[in-house]
C-alpha cells in the first residue's frame, strides 16, 4: 500500500563519454514497503564494467534478504559490496566507488563508501547531502575550501573507504531524513562533478520540476562547459511528488500518545526506584566505607575484636552491593583479622609455639591487607620470640641440673631470668627463678652427699689399704692362702670405688699369691710323697733311708709353717730312733759277747769300729737333707 499511495518518479542517464566501456552502474528495485536505489562508479585503472555491476548486484541481493531501512541493513548492503570484490576473480583488484540509498515513500536514508555523491534538494535549497570519503575532502574541511576545489584536487581519487577496499572498510551511513512533497534526490558520479559546478548544478536542481528536463539540462551544461577529456558520467534523479500518508496516523499517533504516557508512567516510576535504588545504594556505599573505614582503625587500635564484628558487617554490605573489588578486599582483612585472633588466642592461653606460627601466618596474610597489622604482629613475634628464648635457657638449665654442671646451669637460670625481665615476661621469670631455688637445694643436697661420699670413699681407701696391709704381712709370713684372701676383699673395695690404679696394682699381689699357694699345694704332695716312702723303706727294714725321707718331709712342712705335720713327723722320728738305737745296742751286745768269746781264744783280736762309723754316716746323711731341702 505503501508505493501505491505514494509517488517517486526516477530517471537517470549513464553514459561512457568517449571511452569504450561504462564503468559506471545504476539500477534500483521498488518493492511495496522499500525501494532501493544503488549508484556505482569502477575504480580500475583500465575500463571495465565488473566492479561497479558486481558492487551493486551484491548490494541489491543482501538488500532483498531482508528489505528495511536500518542502518544494519545498509551497512550489510554495503559489506555485501565490498566482500564480492575483494572475492571476485579477476585479473586485476576490483574497486568501485557505490553509493545505496533506500526509502519507505516517508523517510529515506544512505550509505556510501567513495565518491559519488548525493544531494537532497527541497524547495530549491540543498536540504542534504554527502561528503566524499577521500583525502581530498578532509583537506577541503580543514582548510574551508568550496566543494568545488575538489573536481581539481589531486587527491580526490585518494579515498579512504571504497568498495573491494578489503579489512579496514567503514562506509558512512546517514540517519534517517524525512521527506517532503517536490523533494529532488540526485545521484551522481565523478564523471558529473568534475566537470560541472555546484552552484550550476544546483540551479539545475532547483527549477526543474520534470527529472527528464533535470537530467538533459544537466547533460546540455555537461557538454557545454566540457573542456578535456569526457569521462565516464551517470546521474539519477528521484523526484518526490508525493510522499506516503498513513490513514492510521491519528490512531497511531493517539496510540504513540497513550503509549508515550504509559510509557513516562512507567518512566516516571522506573526513575523513583532507580532514585530510590540509587539513595539505598549510596546509603550503602557510604556505610561500607564507613564500616571498612572502622575496620582499619580498629586494626590500628590492636582491638581486632571490634575489628572482626565491623568487617563482617561491611562484607556484608560489599555482598549487597555486588561490588567485587570490595569483597575481595574486605575478605582479605576479614583472613587477616582471623589469623591474629587464632594467634592471640594461642598467645594468651601460652601455647608460644602454635601462636609464633600463628603470626607467621597473620605477617603473611598482611601482605594482602596493605599491610596494615605488620607493626602488630612483628612486636608479637619479637616477644613471643623471647619468651621461647626464655624457656629454652630454662631447658638448657634442667639439661645440665640432670647431668651435674650446677654451674653451667646457674649460669643459663640467671640469663633466662635476665631475659624474662627484658621482655616483661613475668611468667619467665618466675620460672626461672623457681628452677634457681631447684638448683640450689639440689647443688646444697649435693655438696652434702659429696662430702658423705667423699667420707665413705675415704673409710674404703683406709679399709682397702689395711687389707691390702694385712695381706702383705700374710704373705711375708708365708701365708699366701690368707693373703690371697686379704688381696681379694682389698680389689672388691677397690672396684666398688672405681679405683682402677690400685685394681692393677694388686693384680700381680693376686697372681703372685696365687702361684705361690699352687707351689706349696705342690710341696705338701711332696711331703706326703716322703711321708709314704719312708714308710716304705722303714717297712722294709731300712730304717736310715726311712729316717732320710722322714727328714725330707719335715723340712717341707717346716718350710710351709706346718706346725703340726712337723711334730708328727717328730713322733715318727723318735720311734724310728727308738728302733735305731735298739738295734744298735743289740748288736754292740752281739758284738761285745763275740769279742769276749774271741779274748777266750789265744788269738789277737781286734777292737771293731763300726759304731761310730756308722753314726757319723747317718749324721754326714741327715746334713745332706738338710742341705737338699733348703736348695728345693
Known sequence: ????????????????????????????????????????????????????????????????????????????????????????????????????????YTKMRYGYAGNTRLCLYRKGYIQNRSKDTSL???????Q????????????????????????????????????????VIALYTRGIWEKIRRKEMDAVFADATEPKEMLLELEGKLFQEQTGRLENYTCAVIYVNKIFLDPNKRRKIKKIIIVSIVAAVAILILSLVLWFLRLWRKKQIEELELRYADTIEYIQDRNFIRAQEECVKALDVAHNLRDKKRIEEISDYQKLIEAINIADEAYYVQNYEEAQSAYLTALNRSRYADRVADEYIDKRLDTVAAYLEVFEYIEMGDALVAAGDYERAEKKYQEAKKMAASAYFEEGRQEAKKSLDNLYT???????????AAQ????????????????????AKGDYDSANVYYLMALEKYQEMEDTVHVKLLQPKISSASEKLKENVRKKQQAEAYIEAAKEQEASGD?????????????????????DKVEQIDGFLEVLETEITAEKEKKEKEEKESEEAEQAEPVEEQIPQTTEADNSEVLSEENNIQKENVEY
Open 543 to 563: 730304717k736310715l733311708e726311712a729316717k732320710k725321707q722322714y727328714l725330707f718331709a719335715k723340712n717341707i712342712y717346716r718350710e710351709l709353717k706346718m706346725d
Open 456 to 475: 665413705n670413699k675415704a673409710a674404703n681407701e683406709v679399709g682397702a689399704a689395711s687389707l691390702v696391709s694385712e695381706g702383705d704381712s700374710a704373705f
Open 144 to 183: 574551508r575550501q568550496p566543494e568545488d576545489v575538489l573536481a581539481e584536487h589531486e587527491e580526490k581519487n585518494n579515498l579512504y573507504a571504497y568498495a573491494g577496499q578489503g579489512q579496514g572498510f567503514s562506509p558512512v551511513i546517514s540517519k534517517k531524513i524525512k521527506l517532503q512533497n517536490g523533494d
Open 136 to 142: 581530498a575532502n578532509e583537506i577541503a574541511v580543514k
Open 1 to 104: 500500500m505503501r508505493k501505491q499511495n505514494s509517488s517517486f518518479q526516477t530517471e537517470f542517464i549513464s553514459e561512457a563519454g568517449i571511452d569504450l566501456t561504462n564503468n559506471d552502474y545504476f539500477a534500483y528495485v521498488e518493492y511495496d514497503k522499500y525501494a532501493c536505489y544503488v549508484i556505482a562508479d569502477g575504480l580500475n585503472e583500465h575500463p571495465d564494467p565488473v566492479s561497479a555491476s558486481l558492487a551493486s548486484q551484491a548490494a541489491f541481493l543482501k538488500f532483498q534478504e531482508r528489505p528495511s531501512m536500518s542502518r544494519n541493513t545498509i551497512s550489510a548492503c554495503l559489506k555485501a559490496a565490498n566482500d564480492a570484490l575483494c572475492e571476485a576473480e579477476h585479473k586485476d583488484r576490483l574497486k568501485a566507488s557505490i553509493m545505496v540509498v533506500i526509502t519507505d
Open 442 to 452: 639440689l647443688r646444697s643436697e649435693a655438696d652434702q652427699s659429696s662430702i658423705e
